[in-house]
């Protein structure tokens, strides 16, 4: 492969990373050079994707996105026509490459450019990249290393731990560009204002913590800081016992991730255009706003109707985009599940599966896949089994997954297990205290409480739910259960109304035992035949 080489109207020096002409010099991060190289290299011939990704990130386990950006990179600097996508393959030059010689004296990196390829093969985990070159998208982050204030020599060690937790946490999240450990603890406890250090880094986003011990507690604090407005977007606070140090990291590190995970996809999906030259970007903005509908809005039919819309356009401009997919099954169970279409509810059902299992086929490492096509075998295709195992992986994937334990819950739950249930739940509420899906948590402690002879706490579990979310169907039929066994028949009889008129999927005991059944445990089908016989008093109609 030659150092310098021509593409159109540019001239392209593979060692200094820069691209020349049109009055221009433009820096590229390495690894879109090494894949502009490899693409050259292939003299116009198609390169596989899965080529590309072992060429340019070899050793690492990536995800298909870190090549859609690198691509989406290449075609940014040089204009969008010289690349070419070929669909279901790879992708490949169509314009013609033309050697040059290289200048005397260049036959070796320069120290500049050799200081950014060892910076670049500095890697920690899946997708984590030190990238000098500023401008690394608005879903960029640096995790800055925890401050330590008062806390002894015995726990010296949490600051670091803290760090590489979240950092590696982080790294897992689809879309998400990390600066790694190594350059982060060269700042140590002396940090730079974040909009500097944004600055220097190129990232969007600066997360800056504070560990304080407070007698026999930790206290850690957590912001989030725009580098770009120097605004504080988000942050949070926990005050935990100093010897339960394993539960500190554990709880800051998944809040956190996930926090931010919402922030960035919501902030994404305002500010990338829809209108872009290159499909995939156009797709993956597409794909990050049904995100955003889906899993940091409430669930309602209009928020179903548009990530619809959105997930459709995604896989029309990009067949390959796991995402995209991922988005379309979930609005399309949704769709099905509670009946927000006139499609025939097992046809649209079967096809969210599908849709599913598509996704995780194009990106076996997306955790929203695998929770997707948890809901689908296990809500649709009644594999309780299937269905737990699936969600399990997916906390391999990601443990700091919330709705994962939400779902894994109502699992324990129809079981029959009613502690474990309240314990998962738990779980998912410290992980993401704000969690849209919340409701479903809510839910599930109503369960367990009507379950163990406790329709209060079932009444305040529903109530909780339908404050987080009024057009969640499920809230207003265990509520009206637990209303109906305190006596509260107005109240009962309200809610069993609300069922009729505004939730067909469950407006009727026919209707709601199609749906729950699939998920209780054949030995505690009784307790749902319980929940049936109380709506039935109350007044749910058979048909």
Known sequence: MPDRFTLGPWQVQVLSDEVVGQGQVRKLEPRAMRLLAVLAQAGGEVVLADDLLNAVWPGLVVTPSSLYDAVAQLRKALGPDHIATVPRKGYRLVTPITPLATPAGMTTFP????????????????????????????????????????????????????????????????????????????FGQKHPPPQKLADDLGVRYVVDGQLEQRGEMLHVTVQVVDGR?????????????????????????????????????????????????????????????????????????????????????????????????????????????????????????????????????????????????????????????????????????????APVYGLLAMSLERQGRHDEARAYCDKAFELSPLEPLRVIWHCVRAEASLATGDPQGALMEAQRGMAVNP????????????????????QAREWVATLRREHPAFGSLEAARTIMERTYDPAYVGQLDQLMNTLREAGLPTQ
């Open 229 to 401: 407005q120097g605004t504080q977007t988000w942050a949070d606070e926990l005050t935990l016992p100093a010897n339960a140090w394993h539960a500190t990291a554990a709880v800051v590190v998944g809040r956190l991730a996930r926090a931010l995970r919402f922030e960035l996809n919501d902030l994404a999906s305002q500010e990338t255009p829809v209108v872009a030259s290159d499909a995939e970007v156009q797709a993956r903005a597409f794909a990050a706003q049904a995100w955003v509908q889906l899993f940091a809005r409430m669930q309602t039919p209009d928020t179903n109707k548009r990530a619809t819309r959105l997930a459709r356009s995604a896989v029309a401009l990009a067949p390959e985009l796991s995402q995209g997919w991922m988005c379309l099954s979930y609005a399309d169970w949704r769709a099905g599940q509670y009946r927000w279409s006139d499609e025939p509810r097992d046809e649209q059902l079967a096809r969210a599966l599908a849709e599913a299992e598509r996704a995780v086929m194009l990106d076996p490492r997306d955790a929203d896949a695998h929770y997707v096509l948890a809901l689908s075998v296990g809500f649709y295709r009644g594999e309780r089994l299937r269905a737990v195992e699936v969600l399990r992986h997916c906390l391999r994937l990601t443990p700091s997954y």
């Open 111 to 186: 120290q500049e450019a050799a200081s950014r390829a060892a910076a670049t093969s500095s890697q920690v985990g899946s997708g984590i990249v030190e990238f000098t070159d500023p401008r690394l998208g608005l879903r960029s982050v640096a995790v800055l290393p925890f401050v330590m204030r008062g806390l002894p020599e015995s726990l010296s060690f949490l600051s670091e731990s803290l760090t590489g937790g979240l950092i590696f946490e982080l790294s897992r999240q689809p879309g998400l560009t990390v600066i790694a450990l190594g350059t982060m603890l060269t």
């Open 471 to 490: 057009a969640y169907a499920q809230v207003y039929l265990v509520g009206a259960v637990a209303a109906w066994r305190l006596g509260a028949v107005q």
